[in-house]
Each structure stands twice: as structure tokens, then as C-alpha cells.
């Protein structure tokens, strides 16, 4: 019985790294620019994916406790202000946190928004001392309504990298999340405390 047990064990760990490996592995792009907020913020006075009017809500399966004059909530991560910072909770690098963003159906005018990627800026990144000082993300896997679609590799870079996925279609008859979830990290120098500070999704649809 113990034998039959251990093979059981066995054939679902080997079933378990083979549906891991099937995910697409997809490796941000960096263009080598230094984070620049000036330019940022004028970039999103121009054509946004966005102007479309969605409605996102992120939550997160931890966030690091309020200071005085610092918040970490999982909102930070999507308010478009690159000097804050989602930091997840956990006493540890926080593998196997996750943070996921819900785009509202009844925003959505139509069915022909998509998603088809994110920009993002990795780490505690308001200054770069912050930034090395906290760690960063290396792997996520994604999910698309809790089904796991992609790998992705983000660079130890002190500037934004894109991310571009396969087209996840929204709804305006269903809300639809998207998940992510930190699988690896770069260690922090000072701290254990991994940092997302901004996600902005990008697709089609608004026009």
C-alpha cells in the first residue's frame, strides 16, 4: 500500500512539472531607459488604452502593514503614481503571493476590449536606493480567470519593461481577473519585502 502511495506521489509531481513546463515563458522587453516620472506622467495625458473608461479593481493576497507615511496596499500598483509601491506581506520574499487586477464588466461599452499586456515597474522603485534596498520580481506566472496562461521573466532593471501576452478577451456580460503571481525574486540588499509599484495594462477596444 505504502509503495502504491509513493507512486501516486510520483506521478502527480511528474504530471504537475509537465503542465508547468506547457506554459508559454515569455521575457519582458527593456529598452534600456532609466525610470523618468516627468515623462511618464505626460505620457498619460496623451492616448491611453484607458480612455475607454474600464474599471479595474485590485486586490492582493497580502500587503506589508501602513506606515506612518507609507502605504503598500495593492492598489498602489494601479494608480499610475510610479513613487508608490505594492509590497506583499509575508515575513519572507513572499513566493506564492499574488496580486490580481478585476476589469468591471458593466465598465465595458462593447465585447471587443482585449488585454494584451502590461507595462511595469519592478521594485520600490521612488528611489533607486529603495529600489535595490527591497526586492524585486524575477518570475510570474499569470492567470487569466484563475487559469494559469503564461510565464514571464522580468530583467533586475532599474526602468519600466513591457510584457506582452496572449490576447486575453473581456467582457462586458462577465468581470474577468487577472492574475499574478511572484514565483521568483531578486533579494533585496536590506530587505526581504518584494515590491510591485506600478502595473498599467494595455489592449484593444477603446476605439
Given at each position: 500500500?505504502?509503495?502504491?502511495?509513493?507512486?501516486?506521489?510520483?506521478?502527480?509531481?511528474?504530471?504537475?512539472?509537465?503542465?508547468?513546463?506547457?506554459?508559454?515563458?515569455?521575457?519582458?522587453?527593456?529598452?534600456?531607459?532609466?525610470?523618468?516620472?516627468?515623462?511618464?506622467?505626460?505620457?498619460?495625458?496623451?492616448?491611453?488604452?484607458?480612455?475607454?473608461?474600464?474599471?479595474?479593481?485590485?486586490?492582493?493576497?497580502?500587503?506589508?502593514?501602513?506606515?506612518?507615511?507609507?502605504?503598500?496596499?495593492?492598489?498602489?500598483?494601479?494608480?499610475?503614481?510610479?513613487?508608490?509601491?505594492?509590497?506583499?506581506?509575508?515575513?519572507?520574499?513572499?513566493?506564492?503571493?499574488?496580486?490580481?487586477?478585476?476589469?468591471?464588466?458593466?465598465?465595458?461599452?462593447?465585447?471587443?476590449?482585449?488585454?494584451?499586456?502590461?507595462?511595469?515597474?519592478?521594485?520600490?522603485?521612488?528611489?533607486r536606493e529603495l529600489w535595490s534596498d527591497n526586492s524585486r520580481v524575477k518570475t510570474l506566472k499569470l492567470y487569466a480567470d484563475n487559469k494559469?496562461?503564461?510565464?514571464?521573466?522580468?530583467?533586475?532593471?532599474?526602468?519600466?519593461?513591457?510584457?506582452?501576452?496572449?490576447?486575453?478577451?473581456?467582457?462586458?456580460?462577465?468581470?474577468?481577473?487577472?492574475?499574478?503571481?511572484?514565483?521568483?525574486?531578486?533579494?533585496?540588499?536590506?530587505?526581504?519585502?518584494?515590491?510591485?509599484?506600478?502595473?498599467?495594462?494595455?489592449g484593444s477596444g477603446i476605439y
Amino acid at each position: 500500500m505504502r509503495n502504491l502511495y509513493l507512486a501516486v506521489l510520483i506521478c502527480l509531481s511528474v504530471f504537475t512539472l509537465s503542465a508547468q513546463k506547457t506554459l508559454p515563458e515569455i521575457a519582458a522587453e527593456y529598452d534600456g531607459s532609466e525610470y523618468n516620472f516627468e515623462e511618464y506622467s505626460n505620457e498619460l495625458q496623451g492616448d491611453s488604452w484607458y480612455d475607454g473608461g474600464q474599471k479595474v479593481t485590485v486586490k492582493a493576497g497580502s500587503s506589508l502593514a501602513d506606515r506612518i507615511k507609507n502605504k503598500y496596499a495593492a492598489s498602489n500598483a494601479h494608480d499610475f503614481k510610479p513613487d508608490t509601491a505594492w509590497v506583499e506581506g509575508k515575513k519572507d520574499y513572499g513566493i506564492g503571493e499574488s496580486i490580481t487586477f478585476t476589469f468591471e464588466a458593466k465598465s465595458l461599452g462593447h465585447d471587443n476590449y482585449t488585454v494584451r499586456g502590461f507595462r511595469i515597474a519592478n521594485g520600490y522603485v521612488k528611489k533607486r536606493e529603495l529600489w535595490s534596498d527591497n526586492s524585486r520580481v524575477k518570475t510570474l506566472k499569470l492567470y487569466a480567470d484563475n487559469k494559469a496562461f503564461a510565464i514571464v521573466k522580468l530583467s533586475d532593471v532599474y526602468g519600466f519593461q513591457t510584457v506582452n501576452f496572449p490576447e486575453v478577451k473581456l467582457s462586458k456580460k462577465k468581470s474577468t481577473a487577472i492574475k499574478l503571481e511572484i514565483v521568483e525574486v531578486y533579494p533585496g540588499s536590506k530587505f526581504q519585502d518584494t515590491s510591485i509599484a506600478e502595473i498599467n495594462f494595455f489592449g484593444s477596444g477603446i476605439y
